[in-house]
């Protein structure tokens, strides 16, 4: 039986999910309204920001749904990297150099905004692109069965020891069926044979 308060609360890892979802949404809503009365460069820059903390919405909920599916992990920390990083490109670039702001209003900088966006989005790509096929390289190597990536440490060892426990079962049941196999299922009929 559950205690009381173990009925009452829901569980844990689906509130941790649900919690990290609604403050990437909390966060969005805060900067959709922080871009009134702002340049056309400092709302496409905190525009593109709102996607990429969306993205980290979406992703939150899809690896809520599917939680063995390592495609939306990586896509959620994709996306959280990319807000960081677009969070130091927006300082740099709105407050990085306060004397001249008259460049700020120019349409070639929004324009070029949006293209350092989208390299942030490659580079970040890139980088763990060749950060997992490092780690994938570094386990296949380290395997004790060539071909195999462990999921966790002994994880191969565990998989043989039940083979052979199986095995094992195995004989201890045929021992058991043959009598009924042969046809005699009478221990008399065992015991005068």
Not at 65 to 77: E, F, M, V
Not at 99 to 117: F, G, P, Q, R
């Amino acid at each position: 039986m559950k205690p009381v308060l173990g009925k009452l609360l829901p569980n844990i890892e689906d509130l941790e999910y649900t919690v990290l979802a609604l403050a990437f949404a909390v966060e969005g809503l805060l900067f959709k309204f922080h871009l009134m009365g702002r340049n056309s460069l400092d709302i496409a820059m905190h525009t593109l920001l709102i996607y990429a903390i969306y993205g980290c919405v979406i992703m939150t909920l899809l690896e809520f749904k599917c939680r063995n599916q390592p495609l939306a992990s990586l896509g959620r920390a994709f996306f959280t990297v990319l807000q960081g990083t677009w969070f130091f490109q927006v300082g740099i670039t709105l407050h990085g150099n306060e004397d001249n702001i008259s460049w700020l209003e120019d349409h070639k900088t929004t324009m070029t905004a949006v293209c350092h966006y989208a390299w942030h989005i490659s580079a970040i790509f890139l980088f763990s692109l060749i950060t997992g096929v490092s780690w994938a390289l570094f386990y296949r190597r380290s395997s004790p069965i060539s071909g195999m990536i462990p999921m966790k440490q002994g994880h191969t060892k565990v998989a043989q020891e039940e083979k052979i426990d199986l095995n094992d079962n195995l004989e201890e049941s045929e021992l058991i069926m043959e009598p009924l196999l042969n046809g005699s299922n009478n221990e008399e009929e065992d015991e005068l044979a």
